[in-house]
T-cell receptor, first 114, second 112 residues
Framework: DAMVIQNPRYQVTQFGKPVTLSCSQT?????MYWYQQKSSQAPKLLFH???????NEADTPDNFQSRRPNTSFCFLDIRSPGLGDAAMYLC?????????????FGPGTRLTVT | GEDVEQSLFLSVREGDSSVINCTYT??????LYWYKQEPGAGLQLLTY?????DMKQDQRLTVLLNKKDKHLSLRIADTQTGDSAIYFC????????????FGKGTTLSVSS
């Protein structure tokens, strides 16, 4: 009964080679988020979708893009991964935005850049 | 911007109480959360407190909020080995958008 699913769990890519991470949800939530968590660091929000509306955080590099083709799926595209992009990428969903709405997290995808 | 600080490690013996502390800088933070992350798993929301509350208790968990000092704590009573995990404090300023601002996490180690 997994609610937020991330694939793959581990991804290895080469420096500069585009990579796509996938997130799907069975909760029918309106909002989907992508966080980046580097080793021993706090998770940091990259962007989120409210339905089809994309909301980018001000300091998210242009190298990171996202797509949400339907309610259930959201993708994180890294156009030209650098060594500094190696991290755990966490997807989360919530019914609505705002503090009273719990964010449900997936298990994460650990990205290695060689 | 908002900054959230936590101590990195805490080690306790099984059966003792654990207290994990967090400080934040934005006094406008409206919701304050505690998340748990077990190895290989995502973040799991344990509990949260709204800024007009001082305390919230949920079974073995007690959250204390000191708004004057911008200090949040999570107390786990009768700590078990299954409580070993990383605990993240996170805050949200409802007026500033949707971004949860996380601390770096406190690794709790419980020995039997």
């Amino acid at each position: 009964d997994a609610m937020v699913i991330q694939n793959p769990r581990y991804q290895v890519t080469q420096f500069g080679k585009p990579v796509t991470l996938s997130c799907s949800q069975t909760l029918n939530h309106n909002v989907m988020y992508w966080y980046q968590q580097k080793s021993s660091q706090a998770p940091k929000l990259l962007f989120h979708y409210y339905d089809k509306d994309f909301n980018n955080e001000a300091d998210t590099p242009d190298n990171f893009q996202s797509r949400r083709p339907n309610t259930s799926f959201c993708f994180l595209d890294i156009r030209s991964p650098g060594l500094g992009d190696a991290a755990m990428y966490l997807c989360a969903t919530s019914r609505d935005t705002g503090g009273g709405y719990e964010q449900y997290f997936g298990p994460g995808t650990r990205l290695t850049v060689t | 911007g908002e900054d959230v600080e936590q101590s990195l490690f805490l080690s306790v013996r099984e059966g003792d109480s654990s207290v994990i502390n967090c400080t934040y800088t934005d006094s406008s933070s409206t919701y304050l959360y505690w998340y748990k992350q077990e190895p290989g798993a995502g973040l799991q929301l344990l509990t949260y407190i709204f800024s007009n509350m001082d305390m919230k208790q949920d079974q073995r968990l007690t959250v204390l909020l000191n708004k004057k000092d911008k200090h949040l704590s999570l107390r786990i009573a009768d700590t078990q080995t299954g409580d070993s995990a990383i605990y993240f404090c996170a805050v949200l300023n409802n007026q500033a958008g949707t971004a949860l601002i996380f601390g770096k996490g406190t690794t709790l180690s419980v020995s039997s």
